[in-house]
């Protein structure tokens, strides 16, 4: 099968348009609100149409490359925990979420990804969302399928759990499953990393790398209203501090030959990650480009969607739309 086309909201850095174009699927159109983010997909995909609007905002009859397209995908600001849900704040990422699901009714794709928090999928409160989904999506014909998938098991070496929605029309959704894990052995950081932290001469890389034997835990793009860059809350920097990292803040370059790593000393004796070392992190390849200054580049790396997951959950749905056109009696959609 050849020729899937596909568009994309709320793009951000591109690491979910980026793992479907390796799967096979070409888009049309990208979605994102942030300028700097579209910096970034014009930057690295100069022949991608992009398109620099709120999702709230869009009107799709207004681009008619829209219509006919194989997939609608929207890795969506996270919606807030189940314990926050009803919070004012929420408001307009449930609205986000919403959009998405009416944005189906116009382009009538033949398949649909919304990616988002894993609580999404199964958490009680949640249940008032998944069924305003359920309703829009049966309306048109769609079945659902909900699961979580965790990127460290597609060679990404970072505990992130992701919350997904994938729904097709009959027969196809009975033919789709989730995609496989496609590693057998967890990437650790220090390998993922051993080699850029030794490029500016630091001799403890090697050291370095022996102690930050386990995946990354989850990097947090942060909010645009607060602070600098930093690798998350306190419990993800107590946990990056046992790697002997620094979560505080990103670094501009890598350590020089003369650094000492002393880590026992508290933050001034610790590593920092750079802003390229967070990509590798999140699985981008070394040759994507972010655009902005460093704590937009990190922001845009933390928020984004990993794209060797993105490539698998693709190709997962490329193998379900090939599927012959033979209803499967009985069949219903999941959850």
């Known amino acids: 099968m050849s020729g899937l086309r596909f568009v994309d909201v709320c793009t951000g850095a591109g690491g979910l348009a980026l793992g479907l174009e390796q799967a096979g699927f070409e888009p049309v159109l990208l979605l994102d609100k942030k300028p700097v983010a579209c910096d970034t997909l014009r930057m690295n995909r100069p022949a991608w149409q992009v398109l620099e609007s709120d999702l709230l905002d869009f009107i799709p009859s207004r681009h008619r490359e829209t219509y006919d397209v194989d997939l609608l995908s929207a890795g969506l600001p996270r919606v807030k925990s189940s314990a926050s849900v009803a919070r004012t704040e929420s408001e307009v990422e449930l609205r986000l979420l919403e959009a998405a699901v009416y944005l189906a009714h116009a382009v009538q794709p033949r398949a649909l990804i919304i990616e ?79 080699h850029s932290m030794a490029e500016g001469g630091w001799r403890d890389a090697d050291r370095w790398a022996a102690q930050a034997n386990s995946v990354a ?87 984004a969607f990993p794209p060797p997951v993105a490539r698998a959950l693709g190709l997962a749905i490329r193998t379900a739309l090939a599927a012959p056109a033979t209803p499967v009696a009985g069949y219903t959609s999941t959850l």
Request: aromatic residues 8%.
């Open 116 to 194: 988002n928090v894993p609580e999404l999928v199964r958490a009680p409160d949640f249940e008032p969302v998944r069924g305003l989904i359920r309703k829009e999506l049966h309306h048109l014909g769609y079945s659902l399928r909900w699961f979580t998938l965790n990127a460290a098991d597609f060679g990404v070496p970072q505990e992130r759990k992701l919350g997904l929605l994938v729904a097709l029309k009959e027969p196809q959704c009975a033919a789709f499953h989730p995609p496989e894990p496609t590693v057998r052995e967890h990437l650790s950081v220090g390998r993922a990393l051993r």
């Open 217 to 303: 835990p989850t990097l947090v793009g942060g909010s645009d209203r607060r602070g600098g860059a930093d690798l998350g809350p306190t419990g993800t920097k107590k946990a990056w501090a046992r790697m002997g990292v620094d979560g505080g803040t990103v670094a501009d370059s890598v350590p020089g030959p003369d650094f000492v790593w002393a880590p026992e000393t508290g933050r001034q004796g610790m590593v920092k990650i750079t802003t390229d070392q967070a990509a590798i992190l999140q699985g981008f390849p070394s040759d994507w480009r972010f655009a902005g200054k460093k704590t937009a580049r990190y922001r845009q790396i933390g928020h």
